[in-house]
Structures are given as structure tokens and as C-alpha cells.
């Protein structure tokens, strides 16, 4: 009788429980939530207001009842929709894996970032930075991460595969993990780079300092090439 791989089970049960509480999939499941409250509420608004118009008086507590609760469903999606996601969370590699710690910096960047993002594209009086390049630094951002963790991906590959090699053959993959580190800590810092030049735009809202804007479109530019050469050098 085979017996069951207790590591899978147990990866397998961790990527489930990081799915649940990963917070851009409760993002998504509260809008999903509010969807379907504001298409139930609109329908029994709806048939609420045929039955009052064929003169059943009854039915009007349940229009006014129903009609606001549409309109807080429909007020709670806008404001869902108009709010961008948190980062995705993901499985970090184990303690002993050289991509774990720079990994666990570039969780704690990514989270740092949003929060940013989100104070720059909040709707104010002297905001410094237009929402266009707040957009391009985000969508530059997640492609950035996404092509870190990939590098992180390729770390954690070669680790197993020097593991595995023989005793001959483990210097160079030796050499080969720390190259693809250095490359994995040279990115997280150019990531960091465009979260300075986010904090100081919200720093310069309502204080007058100028260039805030020129130092955001910059450092996406430089965090959008160095995202370009890693999806080269991950054949992605």
C-alpha cells in the first residue's frame, strides 16, 4: 500500500489556507459579495415596484426597504472597484532556502507600496501626483514582483537540484545560487527605489515641494527595465 506524501499534504493544505486569507482574494470575494447583494436587492426592488404599481400597497415598505439596500450595495461595489487589490501573498521557501529572506523583504515592500499608492490615489486637494502615473507605477510594481518571485522560483530550483548532484558537481551550482541571489537583492532594492519616490510624493502633497511627479515616472522607468532583463533571464 502506498503511503500518502505527508509534505504534499501538507503544502497543499498551507496553499489553501494562504488562498483563504490572502488578501487580495478577500478583496475579490467582497466584491463578488457585493455583486450579488446589489443584483438581488435591484431584482426585488424591482418586482416590489410592479406589485405597488398594480395598485398592492403592501409591497411599498418592501420597495423603500430594498431600494436603499440596492443603492448601499451598489454604492459599496463602486467604491470595491475603484480601490486597487493588495498584493497577492505568497508561499515563501523554506528557512533554509537563500531566496527566503529577500523574499520576506520584497512581501513587506510589496504591502508598503500599496499603502502609497492607495494615499496618492486618494481624492484631495494638492495631490502632487496625477492618477495616470499612479496607475503605471502599480501595474509596473506587480510586474516587478511577479518576476522577482519567479527569480526566487529559479533559486529555490537550483538549491534542490545542488542537493541532489554529486558532491563534484555542487560547486557550481554553488556559484550559480549566488549569482541568481545577487540578482534577486539588486531587484528588490530597484523596487524600493520606486517605494522612496512614493513616499516622498505623499510626503510633498500640501507641503509645495515640487517633482514629485518627475521622481515617480522615473523610478517606474527603472523599475519597469529591470523588471524587462529578469523576464528575459526568466525566459518568460
Known amino acids: 500500500m502506498r503511503r500518502p506524501d505527508l509534505r504534499a499534504i501538507a503544502a497543499e493544505a498551507a496553499r489553501q489556507w494562504l488562498d483563504f486569507t490572502d488578501p487580495a ?15 438581488i436587492w435591484t431584482v426585488l426592488a424591482l418586482l416590489s415596484a410592479v406589485a405597488v404599481g398594480f395598485g398592492n400597497w403592501v409591497f411599498l415598505t418592501g420597495l423603500v426597504v430594498t431600494g436603499a439596500l440596492a443603492v ?100 557550481e551550482l554553488d556559484t550559480a545560487v549566488r549569482q541568481l541571489r545577487a540578482q534577486l537583492d539588486e531587484g528588490i532594492e530597484s523596487y524600493r527605489g520606486l517605494i522612496a519616490a512614493a513616499g516622498k510624493a505623499v510626503a510633498a502633497r500640501d507641503s509645495g515641494v515640487s517633482g514629485a511627479q518627475a521622481a515617480l ?3 517606474t522607468d527603472r523599475l519597469a527595465g529591470m523588471a524587462s532583463a529578469l523576464r528575459e533571464l526568466n525566459g518568460s
Not at 482574494?25 to 443584483?39: I, N, W
Not at 531566496?99 to 502609497?116: I, K
Not at 496618492?120 to 502632487?128: P, Y
Open 217 to 219: 515616472t522615473d523610478a
Open 72 to 171: 448601499r450595495s451598489g454604492v459599496k461595489l463602486r467604491r470595491l472597484n475603484e480601490m486597487a487589490p493588495p498584493p497577492p501573498r505568497r508561499l515563501l521557501p523554506s528557512k533554509f532556502s537563500s531566496a527566503r529572506e529577500p523574499l520576506q523583504r520584497l512581501a513587506r515592500a510589496e504591502t508598503t507600496l500599496h499603502d502609497l499608492l492607495q494615499q496618492l490615489s486618494a481624492q484631495g486637494a494638492g495631490v502632487t501626483v496625477d492618477e495616470v502615473s499612479v496607475a503605471e507605477a502599480r501595474q509596473t510594481a506587480a510586474q516587478a514582483a511577479a518576476a522577482l518571485h519567479q527569480l526566487g522560483e529559479r533559486i529555490v530550483a537550483v538549491e534542490r537540484a545542488r542537493d541532489a548532484a554529486p558532491p563534484a558537481e555542487r560547486q
Open 25 to 39: 482574494a478577500r478583496h475579490q470575494r467582497r466584491k463578488e459579495r457585493a455583486s450579488r447583494g446589489l443584483f
